[in-house]
């Protein structure tokens, strides 16, 4: 098997995912494992090279993350980032400072000597944030560069093979950090850049026409990005064996079914099975207000309508899942080797229900490197390019009761504000816009009568991957435009407000 790759030890940083997005940037396949990993398995994976991920503990304290023994005598090339350097030193017989001054943000790299990691570079600006450094240096160890605050910043064994550094080269803020990595994954560990998007695709068809064989593949498609890649690719792979359904919830956005419908049998001449189930969802969450509440119907209502329309094809012994990288792990798996599978709400439990097994082709991916496969396999770039929807839909943007009249206004409220953030060439700066109806009225006056109707609140952030966000700063000629059109346009609504809540303390979705 392609060996060519790196293998990420997380330690519990909350950069690990940037080092592995860094490395395939760089266009070598990384993935990341906890810091626990066996040798055998470390072993079997084979990679060309380790890196060492930080991590906010001592390496010194009592629950302190440690690898197996005998990680630096495999003959692979390691790099550790601050713990991982620490680690280095720690489990080699250097010192580490506990009493060090503390030291984050922005310092200057001075390099003393020339040497494979940090070359090409001259002193540069780094990125630090750690408590401990290193006191003094393992046998066969060199320093190669230092800061004012860190006379042992980067050090190396270059016989072995073995680098550490006190700084973060993954974070922007290190300029050419990228370099730096760069010259380790493919100047010490010799990895050629075989990682990209079509080279991706090739491997994946390879490993989803031996594990499916003759079955067939069920999937769900719910017009996100992910499921919608996800279906393009197996369809490519297996071709008729592959059977889509598309659950109508009656809480999509306006004409959503419509144009995924349009856009499969248009792009990719494939069909999918449209089931209409806004009844049965409707029914079931007249009169429902808590959130947890409408969350659950909704994700029972999709297993009973997914189960029933999955029957029909009983020759299907696999459900196809557009599951995510950050879904898979967690940057905390140094808490313990198991992983987090965020429950997909739309088929959880099906596959135990059905004997179904699961393939999940993009396990490895983060959310834009699916959009670059995406695009790689022919999927617009304005389908590729759209934010993110929530499987319950606008059951969780309509606060309290959901009617059909209730989602005729939000459908239409959120549709003109969409429009305005794409006329204004906003649409791509933002990871999410919606807009929410609450169940609040309040006093107007239109013409020359007085209103008494709903609150609409427009919500925009910026986000990496939605476990974080920023409210989006837009501009106010562009609100004023929105709120224009919506009091103007959409019967229901009396007054428009701007939601400026970040993520944490706010939830991107308002339920
Ligand atoms: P919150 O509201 O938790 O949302 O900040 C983070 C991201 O997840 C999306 N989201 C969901 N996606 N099923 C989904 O497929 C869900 O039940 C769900 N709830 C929230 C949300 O839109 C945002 O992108």
Redesign the pocket.
Known sequence: MNNEKILILDFGSQYTQIIARKVREIGVYAEIHPFSIKKEKLLEINPKGIILSGGPNSVYGEQAPHPFDDIFNLGIPVLGICYGLQLIAYLQNGIVDKSAHREYGRADLIIDKENELLSGLNSMQVWMSHGDSLKSLPAGFEVIAHTNNSPICAIQNSLKKIYGVQFHPEVHHSIDGKTILSNFVRNICGCTETWSASSFIDESIRKIREQVGDGEVICAL?G?VDSTVLAVLLHKAIGDKLHCMHIDTGLMRMNESEKLMDLFKQNFNMSIELINGSDKFLGRLSGVTDPEQK?KI??KSFIDLFDVGAKRFNNAKWLAQGTLYPDVIESVSVKGPSVVIKS???VGGLPEKMGLKLIEPFRELFKDEVRAVGRELGVPDWFVKR??????GLA?RILGEITPERIDVVQKADAIYIEEIRNAGLYDDI??A?AVLLPIQSVGVMGDERTYENTCVLRAVT?VD??T?DWFPMPYDVLSRMSNRIINEVRGINRVVYDITS?PP??????
């Not at 934010?387 to 319950?392: I, K, L, N, S, V």
């Not at 706010?506 to 339920?511: C, D, S, Y």
């Open positions: 719910s996100g969350r909704i994700g997909h709400h739309n934010h993110p929807f929530p499987g319950p969780i990871w999410q919606f986000s939605g476990m966000a993520k706010g939830t991107i979705e308002w339920e």
